[in-house]
Structures are given as structure tokens and as C-alpha cells.
């Protein structure tokens, strides 16, 4: 049973959504419905905050790394590379 719900949104936030549900072959009201699903599922209730969204799951573990890396290393690595 669907019902009807009346939301107070930004005006350039609705314009957005709406080219990006066009670009995606959904109506706006299916991408909230989506979000709101994801966001109350018995799963992410019980991981809190920190539970990833579907794009980044599915990418979760493409990339091998050997041993420890630490990340801040990594970034001040490449920051100085790009800069200096």
C-alpha cells in the first residue's frame, strides 16, 4: 500500500533529484522510497552508522594489498608528488 507524503526539500536539491532520476529511468518518489528502505533495514539498524552503502560493498576487497599500508603515508605520498 503506497501513501502519500509531503516533504519540505530545497528547491535546487528537487531539481537535482529529478535530472538524476531521469538519468536513472525512475520516478523521484522511487529513489526516497529506496533510500528510506536502505536507511531502515533491519540490517544498517543493527551496524549503526557505519554500514556501507550498496556501490561501496560491492567494491569492498577488488583491490590486494600486501601487508600493512598505513593511508595517511600513502596520501602525503601522493599530495607531494603532485605538488612539489
Same mark, same amino acid.
Do not use: F, R, W
Given at each position: 500500500?503506497?501513501?502519500?507524503?509531503?516533504?519540505?526539500?530545497?528547491?535546487?536539491?528537487? !531539481?537535482? $533529484?529529478?535530472?538524476? $532520476?531521469?538519468?536513472?529511468?525512475?520516478?523521484?518518489?522511487?529513489?526516497? !522510497? !529506496?533510500?528510506?528502505?536502505?536507511?531502515?533495514?533491519?540490517?544498517?539498524?543493527?551496524?549503526?552508522?557505519?554500514?556501507?552503502?550498496?556501490?561501496?560493498? !560491492?567494491?569492498?576487497?577488488?583491490?590486494?594489498?600486501?601487508?600493512?599500508?598505513?593511508?595517511? #603515508?600513502?596520501?602525503?605520498?601522493?599530495?607531494? #608528488?603532485?605538488?612539489?
Amino acid at each position: 500500500m503506497y501513501t502519500k507524503l509531503t516533504l519540505n526539500i530545497d528547491q535546487n536539491v528537487i !531539481e537535482n $533529484a529529478k535530472k538524476y $532520476a531521469k538519468h536513472q529511468k525512475v520516478s523521484v518518489s522511487k529513489l526516497v !522510497e !529506496e533510500y528510506l528502505s536502505s536507511i531502515s533495514s533491519p540490517a544498517n539498524k543493527k551496524a549503526g552508522h557505519n554500514s556501507l552503502g550498496p556501490i561501496t560493498k !560491492e567494491l569492498v576487497g577488488i583491490i590486494k594489498v600486501k601487508g600493512k599500508m598505513d593511508y595517511k #603515508e600513502l596520501l602525503t605520498g601522493a599530495l607531494m #608528488e603532485k605538488y612539489i
